[in-house]
């Protein structure tokens, strides 16, 4: 392997422990609020701060105007009876929190952190801005106008682009399709009352859950939450999954924008979710696709042929599909020359046994990542957010450090050609459009997406 100015890299070799891990999901309870609301609580007395998150399985995909989800969340901290804007913004600073939303495909939520002597006061300024939203004339337009500011923004951004290509052809037909911040069109048509209604809807006919992380008096905590949320009304009744489109054969799509000197390009396809016997087998090949930094793909492509800054392949998991996908940026003259590796290197994990320095190599980054992702309770909270949205349970992630802890080139190899023989791959780019059909028509007939 060689750096960037053609010299030979001094890298020592990796110390592999002998000790593996084992793992139990750290200690927390869960209780219900009369209404039916879920909560979870991780405690923790070492750090004087508390962290309260309410979070509705509710989310972009199931908005009927693109957007709308995006304009609601963020009007949840413009304004109640009790405050204005600035007046909420005033209070949360008086005590030293952070008050943000999260918005999301499948979720919509808020969190508030701070000290925790200050708990039941960050409870009730959470409360009423879920519970009590006015949704003033005023802020929806100023809320709007900056959603449409932000995605002018965005339709000039190469990653945002290529994201939007790759998610055109990957599904069709699906809450997913739509852009989830909305096109400048769907911004311009959605109203107060639209946002109202998807309010409502989340309001009355999805699953709360609340977690609280951090330093608590769990009575006070547990009494002060029953009393703030008791007018939400959390369902009962599970949500189902809706059948994605699982494509066939190759699909292409690209974006053009003019004079760009760079493609960037996103590679990949749909695969097992996280309840899936083969998913721990799934996360591992996919760190050593584009997972860290000696993986194959930036190995490949930014220290072997120093086509660019860096390349990543990651899984994104969503309640409906999980899909795999590869991504980078590199000049024009290196973009056919890109997607014929990627191709490559998927063609390897399907037939090529992982030799065992490598898997041992990644399987320690991976323990150790691990490891480190749960060190804090508001790291724990972060876990069991997964596990709520995805509905799956801790077991998982015990599970996951077994498998890890035991596989082998052998025992993973069946794994391998099972996720890696996609019936259909979806090669995506945004950058010069002539690039782009000439590189993507190897693979299928490029198709043009207009992003707006």
Not at 86 to 96: N, P
Not at 267 to 272: E, L, R, S, Y
């Amino acid at each position: 392997m060689f750096n960037s100015c053609g010299k030979p890299l001094n890298i020592p070799e990796p110390t592999i422990t002998e000790k593996l891990p084992t793992f139990t999901f750290p200690a927390h309870s869960v209780e219900y609020l009369s209404n039916s609301i879920k909560c979870f609580f991780v405690p923790d007395n070492n750090q004087d701060l508390v962290h309260i998150s309410v979070k509705a399985k509710y989310g972009a995909a199931n908005e009927a105007i693109p957007g709308t989800e995006s304009i609601m969340a963020n009007l949840l901290t413009c304004g109640t009876p009790s405050y204005s804007t600035l007046e909420l913004a005033d209070a949360v600073d008086a005590i030293g929190a952070g008050l943000r939303v999260s918005k999301q495909w499948d979720s919509t939520g808020m969190s508030i952190g701070g000290l925790a002597e200050f708990g039941t006061e960050m409870i009730k300024l959470l409360a009423d801005c879920i519970c009590n939203p006015l949704f003033t004339d005023a802020e929806f337009s100023r809320i709007r106008n900056e959603a449409i500011s932000e995605l002018q923004y965005e339709i000039t951004d190469p990653r945002f682009t290529s994201s939007r290509a790759f998610v055109s052809a990957l599904i069709h037909n699906h809450p997913y399709s739509h852009s989830r911040i909305g096109t400048l069109e769907s911004l311009q048509s959605i109203t107060e009352s639209d946002v109202k209604e998807f309010y409502q809807q989340m309001r009355t006919n999805a699953e709360w859950y609340i977690v609280v992380s951090g330093r608590y008096n769990y009575p006070e905590v547990k009494a002060e939450l029953e009393q703030q949320f008791a007018t939400l009304t959390s369902t009962t009744t599970k949500r189902e999954v809706i059948p994605v489109e699982v494509p066939t054969s190759a699909r292409t799509a690209y974006v053009h924008l003019p004079e760009s000197l760079q493609s960037t390009i996103l590679v990949g396809f749909p695969t097992v979710d996280v309840n899936h016997p083969d998913y721990p087998a799934l996360h591992i090949l996919v760190t050593i696709l584009g997972g860290y930094f000696s993986s194959r793909f930036n190995s490949i492509l930014r220290e072997e042929k120093g086509y660019t800054y860096g390349a990543f392949a990651s899984v994104d998991n969503r309640f409906h599909i999980s899909d795999i996908s590869v991504g980078t940026s590199v000049g024009n003259q290196h973009t056919a020359d890109t997607l014929r590796i990627i191709n490559e290197e998927f063609t390897k994990i399907a037939t090529e046994q992982i030799p065992e320095e490598e898997l041992q190599l990644v399987v320690q980054f991976m323990l150790g990542s691990f490891a480190r992702s749960t060190e804090t309770p508001q790291q724990i909270a972060g876990f069991i957010h997964g596990m709520e949205i995805l509905d799956t349970d801790v077991s998982y992630y015990e599970r996951f450090v077994q498998y890890l802890s035991t596989v082998t080139p052998q025992s993973l190899f069946p794994a391998q050609q099972r996720l890696f023989s996609p019936s259909g791959i979806v090669y995506a780019a945004s950058g010069d459009g002539e690039v782009l059909k000439q590189a993507l028509s190897v693979f299928a007939p490029p198709q043009e997406v207009v992003v707006n």
